[in-house]
């Protein structure tokens, strides 16, 4: 009787790993199936040209130019491309919600209308109103009504580099 407990816990033990090699090696191509096959420059998967990407980025940014001025206090500027921008002593650089902005050179620090402030990419942290803003450091506005300003004990202006809109008060 105990021979025939064995003899079938090994004969159950052979079908069950056959069964498992079985059906793993035809897996595989089951797998296989569902992958994408094309090859690259085929007419599946074709390749464009830097004309063609061009125009498709100009279809959908509307046909602009890359080229923005500064008429006066207020920029319309595009988003993408940086102006540099002198700011006086004194004068407030009011950014638009999503404009970024890079202080090059000066001593500036951050304005914020409310207890939230700017976020300093760069550093990973916030900026709130009156903190020192490091020189290099990528700025980035997510609400309206927030800027920079220069350090009230530096007396010369600041140099920065601006993405988006803004306002100079």
């Known amino acids: 009787m105990e021979v025939n407990k064995q003899a079938f816990r090994i004969g159950a033990a052979v079908v069950l790993l056959g069964a498992g090699i079985w059906i793993g090696t035809g ?19 074709p390749v464009v040209t830097k004309s063609y990407v061009d125009e498709q980025i100009a279809k959908l940014s509307g046909g602009t130019s890359n080229g923005s001025s500064n008429s006066g206090s207020n920029n319309e500027g595009q988003s993408g491309t940086l102006e ?34 700017l ?23 997510p609400r309206p009504g927030r800027g920079i300003t220069t350090d009230p004990s530096y007396t010369g202006s600041l140099t920065v580099m601006v993405s988006g809109s803004y306002t100079i008060k």
């Open 119 to 141: 976020a300093d990419v760069t550093a990973g942290q916030d900026l709130t109103n009156g903190q020192v803003v490091p020189n290099n450091h990528l700025l980035w506005f």
């Open 84 to 117: 540099v921008v002198t700011l006086p002593s004194g004068k407030l650089l009011i950014a638009a919600d999503g404009s970024q902005v890079i202080v090059r050179a000066g001593k500036a620090v951050a304005y914020s209308a409310d207890a939230n402030g």
């Open 27 to 45: 897996w595989n191509s089951i797998i296989e199936a569902d992958t994408n096959s094309a090859t690259p420059g085929s007419a599946d998967d």
